[in-house]
């Protein structure tokens, strides 16, 4: 694991000029077991950090190690923080963590971390995403078929991307016959589990404009919600779980990281965001105020959120199809596009590139300096 | 947190045996000081559930605070068992042993009668609705752990 991890930050170094001795801040998201803890990922890459933090063994922290980095920068802790993020998925099965012997995870007191209730036989973090999505597909009464849309467009992608790990073609028949996981999510619907390190380094705007390549600036951002009626893989007011039944009004233009960013969804050039079940692509939109709340689904019809459309959703592929890096692919996207180096998938004029999530996070890459 | 004394009377749910020879006790966690009045209820046929004293509503999962108003003292009630769908979902594998005598089986989401929402797994049926009425029953496993599931209301299920 170490090995590939030194994979990812010797490429971040030779991307950005610097040395190995001028990193001073580490920020791993994924330790132990799944990845490196951030002591044993100094110790074994030779790094010598005055600013060093780790995020739980979980997807959700991309944005907020990246986040977290920008504020160290802020506070001057560090110079040049590398965030690293290296797993592998693949020794736990095809449902991570989750199906390790043991998983104590899924017996916390307040019940596992995607609502796994074992007692119940609520298992697996799509178990969690199926409950949302039933109650969803009711609520807003969406054609669930529609939901195909945001798979074969994702894949679609995937097949112009080489590090894509899921790039034969995908038909509508493909989709529809993929055995149902947890009913109502199919096979398809769900994210592949892969094995990969990702290393970006950050560092303040005025230094950034010395390094060896074209930086990508962090306009603006927001963190992760929870709380009693935050349910983290579903929309509020679903009345899954212990969010209430309600008429749920997102915060959309709203949100904090469009009002500090001083952007609308309208200015956003392309949307990558977390998909570990293709719904989250649909709460992600709605949360955010792309689409409508409920409407979603007929939103992204006709090609509107695939290459050549209005908003290019995750055109790495996603994890649906890239496969699961708990946000580090797109995030590696967002670099690739706002740089104009994403070849047959690039997006014509890509300026402002947003990372966000059905759980509330999100960040705003500017290729211009703010 | 302050817990009142408890009053176990009323609210007798139906007892059924879990199929199989699975044990419950990897699946749940094990009883604690303030969960006590649960499993003592689930033992008596009972699902207690946490009352804030505060604001006289009912949460789940037990916790120190109450969610609605802040409130830290807590009685319990006995669930009346009834409640209705709010979501569902199908498992067609069992991904834990402990569910192959099941398979397949599907999970509710259920708001109960007394406010909080809870999962349970449907028993005798595969076919669930939102908006269906459901009653609590508890499932006896075979190393004496119980836990609560649901039945079609007015079935036996």
């Not at chain 1, 009464?141 to 590090?163: H, I, Y």
């Not at chain 1, 073609?169 to 096979?187: F, H, K, N, Q």
Request: glycine share 12%; proline share 6%; with cysteine.
């Amino acid at each position: 694991m170490a090995s590939l991890a030194n994979r990812a930050v010797a490429a971040a170094l030779a991307d950005s000029g610097l040395q190995r001795r001028q990193i001073d801040g580490l920020l791993v998201h994924i330790g132990s077991p799944r990845g490196l803890d951030y002591d044993e990922m100094a110790t074994l890459l030779s790094l010598r950090t005055r600013f060093s933090s780790q995020t739980w063994s979980h997807g959700r922290f991309c944005g907020t190690v990246l986040q977290h980095a920008a504020m160290a920068l802020d506070h001057g802790l560090a110079d040049y923080v590398v965030c690293v993020a290296t797993f592998v998925n693949t020794r736990f099965g095809n449902h991570g963590t989750v199906g390790f012997p043991g998983f104590a995870e899924n017996l916390r007191e307040g019940g596992g971390p995607h609502a796994e209730t074992l007692h119940a036989g609520l298992i697996l973090p799509a178990g969690g995403t199926a409950m949302a999505l039933q109650r969803y597909l009711h609520k807003y009464n969406v054609d669930r078929a529609r939901l195909a849309a945001v798979v074969l467009g994702q894949r679609r992608s995937a097949m112009l991307n080489p590090l894509a790990v899921m790039r034969q073609p995908m038909t509508l028949a493909d989709y529809e016959a993929s055995p149902e996981i947890v009913a109502p999510l199919r096979r398809f619907d769900c994210s592949v589990p892969v094995d990969t390190s990702v290393a970006v380094i950050l560092t303040r705007a005025d230094r950034a404009k010395d390094l060896a390549r074209p930086p990508v600036y962090l306009r603006s951002f927001q963190g992760i919600a929870a709380g009693p009626e935050e349910f983290v893989f579903g929309q509020r007011g679903l009345g899954i779980n212990q969010s209430e039944e309600t008429d749920y009004r997102p915060l959309g233009a709203g949100e904090h990281v469009f009002r500090s960013g001083g952007v609308t969804p309208a200015d956003i050039d392309t949307l990558q965001c977390y998909d570990g079940f293709s719904p989250h692509v649909l709460w992600t939109l709605e949360r955010f105020g792309f689409a409508p709340i409920g409407e979603a689904a007929d939103w992204i019809m006709g090609g509107r959120i695939e290459l050549g459309g209005e908003l290019p959703v995750n055109t790495s592929g996603g994890h649906l199809s890239e496969g699961h890096s708990n946000g580090w692919g797109q995030t590696m996207e967002i670099v690739r596009q706002l740089r104009g180096e994403a070849g047959a998938r690039q997006i014509v004029d890509c300026r402002l590139a947003m990372w966000a999530t059905t759980f509330g996070d999100a960040i705003i890459y500017d290729n211009q300096p703010n | 947190m302050t817990t009142s004394p408890t009053d176990l009377s009323g609210g007798v749910l139906p007892v059924r045996p879990y199929p199989g020879q699975a044990a419950l006790e990897r699946l749940v966690i094990p009883p604690s000081g303030s969960t006590r009045v649960y499993h003592v209820g689930l033992a008596a046929g009972r699902l207690m559930l946490q009352r804030c004293c505060a604001c006289g509503r009912c949460r789940i999962p037990m916790a120190p605070v109450c969610p609605y108003c802040d409130g830290e003292e807590v009685d319990w009630i006995a669930a009346s068992g009834q409640g209705h769908v709010v979501s569902f979902v199908h498992y067609t594998r069992a991904h834990l042993p402990e569910f192959e005598a099941v398979v397949p089986y599907t999970v509710l989401c259920v708001q109960l009668a007394e406010g909080p929402r809870m999962f349970g797994r449907l028993v005798g049926s595969d076919a669930a609705q939102i908006g269906q009425d459901v009653a609590v029953i508890i499932e006896q496993w075979a190393d004496g752990g119980r836990a609560p599931a649901f039945v079609g209301s007015g079935g036996e299920g």
